[in-house]
């Protein structure tokens, strides 16, 4: 037997998630919104969509775009984009941690 689980941020609506999380951190490796959507199997109106519910709930940019052309078009994590990467990760971790010994207590 195992135990389960989601997590997510919230304030009366989804904020940010695992997906948000994932995606970013694609962006951050590949430097693009549409190589990190593909990488995930995901459309980029999907992708860029969640990015932008999240930096509207968020009150501030999670990405800064560059639009096409000969130096071609990407995209980077803003520093608020990166920290909340790192504080995520770093929640989960923690979360993970205090759900699997809470886990083994009642289970193991």
Known sequence: MRVRYKLWLEEGEHIFGEGLFEL?????????????ARSL?????????????????????????????????????????????QRYQQFKREAAAAIEATFQRYFG
Do not use: H
């Open 24 to 36: 970013l951190q694609e962006v951050d490796r590949l430097g693009s919104i549409n190589q990190a």
């Open 41 to 85: 199997k995901m459309s980029y109106r999907q992708a860029w969509g969640q990015v932008k519910k999240a930096e509207e709930r968020l009150g501030q940019p999670l990405l800064i775009t560059r639009v096409g052309g000969e130096t071609g078009g990407g995209a980077e994590l803003t520093p608020a984009g990166r920290q909340m990467v």
